[in-house]
């Protein structure tokens, strides 16, 4: 797992995220950036926009898994990188906690800068920000224990205006960004390259991960590879179908799949019999197919034959 994790983290258009259903940070290099550096320790890289480390590969599994779109004939493609529950669980205070020096900061320069985790409750990761603003560390100290959403949490507002860096912290390292939140100094958009969301109406759901995501009981996510989409670029604009691109994650993907996804590809390219008893023509599959009853296996099959539709020659 550990050489899986540094190939795909010295992959220069693969991006990655830490966090939960509503509280997440996510890195990627921006094209034009200065060339990203390496980490001092662990496995990683920073730019000048945000970093991501991995600190502990043992005992990680990688499950990939591909959902298509609901708008057009696109489709996305993940990798979760997963633990044990009882090994992923992070600590979960009530409120505003101060941490102190942020000494596992992945630049050494911010190591003596200020952590704050803003106590989101989050079994999978700890949400954080991290400063050397003295009127918001000061402000944060005064509304120690208070929710992130509390009435009278002043400090909430000061970190909006402020920007300082967040941090989500799982089980097996790191991803900070550096950039500015966005809102109104951002004309409400996310900044290029690394940025959080924190969404309140998500994070009321209490769920580690979107009902999308096929997640085995009993496991947790600490970490999301991200492929770069075939159908458009880094900055969101679209493009025609990148065969180039969509074949560089293929074996990854293969690699990786479950066990009922993996067979449920097979039996399509054969044409053969698929779970929910019906037999299938891989010349024959149309929108309205019968599909197995499984969300995961659905989706498995209709980007299946999304991919299919747009790499036969």
Same mark, same amino acid.
């Given at each position: 797992?550990?050489?899986?994790?540094?190939?795909?983290?010295?992959?220069? #258009?693969?991006?990655?995220?830490?966090?939960?259903?509503? $509280?997440?940070?996510?890195?990627?290099?921006?094209?034009?950036?200065?060339?990203?550096?390496?980490?001092?320790?662990?496995?990683?890289?920073?730019?000048?926009?945000?970093?991501?480390?991995?600190?502990? &590969?043992?005992? !990680?599994?990688?499950?990939?898994?591909? %959902?298509?779109?609901?708008?057009?004939?696109?489709?996305?493609?993940?990798?979760?990188?997963?633990? &044990?529950?009882?090994?992923?669980? %992070?600590?979960?205070?009530?409120?505003?906690?101060?941490?102190?020096?942020?000494?596992? /900061?992945?630049?050494?320069?911010?190591?003596?800068?200020?952590?704050?985790?803003?106590?989101?409750?989050?079994? *999978?990761?700890?949400?954080?920000?991290?400063?050397?603003?003295?009127?918001?560390? /000061?402000?944060? +100290?005064?509304?120690?224990? %208070?929710? *992130?959403? $509390?009435?009278? *949490?002043?400090? $909430? /507002?000061?970190?909006?205006?402020?920007?300082?860096?967040?941090?989500? #912290?799982?089980?097996?390292?790191?991803?900070?960004?550096?950039?500015?939140?966005?809102?109104?100094?951002?004309?409400?958009?996310?900044?290029?390259?690394?940025?959080?969301?924190?969404?309140?109406?998500?994070?009321?759901?209490?769920?580690?991960?979107? /009902?999308?995501?096929?997640? &085995?009981?009993?496991?947790?996510? !600490?970490?999301?590879?991200?492929?770069?989409?075939?159908?458009?670029?880094?900055?969101?604009?679209? +493009?025609?179908?990148?065969?180039?691109?969509?074949?560089?994650?293929?074996?990854?993907?293969?690699?990786?799949?479950?066990?009922?996804?993996?067979?449920?590809?097979?039996?399509?390219?054969?044409?053969?019999?698929?779970?929910?008893?019906?037999? #299938?023509?891989?010349?024959?599959?149309?929108?309205?197919?019968?599909?197995?009853?499984?969300?995961?296996?659905?989706?498995?099959?209709?980007?299946?034959?999304?991919?299919?539709?747009?790499?036969?020659?």
């Amino acid at each position: 797992m550990k050489d899986l994790l540094q190939q795909w983290l010295d992959d220069e #258009i693969t991006g990655w995220s830490m966090g939960s259903f509503g $509280a997440i940070s996510e890195f990627i290099r921006w094209p034009g950036d200065a060339p990203a550096r390496a980490t001092d320790h662990g496995m990683g890289w920073y730019t000048p926009r945000g970093g991501i480390r991995i600190d502990r &590969p043992d005992g !990680v599994t990688a499950l990939a898994w591909d %959902m298509p779109s609901t708008k057009s004939e696109r489709f996305f493609r993940h990798v979760e990188f997963l633990l &044990p529950e009882a090994e992923a669980l %992070m600590p979960q205070p009530e409120g505003f906690t101060e941490l102190g020096p942020d000494t596992g /900061a992945i630049r050494p320069e911010d190591r003596d800068m200020i952590l704050f985790d803003c106590g989101l409750q989050q079994k *999978n990761v700890r949400f954080c920000v991290r400063t050397r603003d003295a009127e918001l560390i /000061a402000e944060m +100290r005064r509304c120690e224990g %208070m929710g *992130n959403f $509390a009435p009278g *949490n002043t400090a $909430a /507002a000061m970190i909006f205006a402020r920007h300082p860096h967040r941090i989500s #912290i799982t089980a097996i390292g790191r991803v900070e960004v550096y950039q500015k939140i966005g809102g109104p100094d951002t004309d409400w958009k996310s900044p290029d390259g690394p940025h959080t969301h924190l969404l309140p109406k998500l994070l009321a759901a209490g769920r580690t991960h979107s /009902a999308n995501t096929p997640i &085995p009981p009993g496991f947790l996510p !600490v970490a999301s590879l991200h492929p770069a989409s075939p159908f458009s670029l880094p900055d969101g604009t679209k +493009r025609p179908f990148c065969r180039q691109t969509w074949a560089h994650y293929c074996d990854l993907m293969e690699a990786h799949r479950s066990t009922e996804a993996r067979e449920l590809r097979a039996a399509l390219a054969r044409g053969a019999t698929l779970p929910a008893g019906e037999i #299938i023509d891989a010349d024959e599959i149309t929108d309205d197919t019968p599909l197995p009853q499984s969300r995961h296996l659905r989706h498995t099959a209709r980007v299946w034959e999304l991919e299919r539709k747009m790499t036969q020659v």
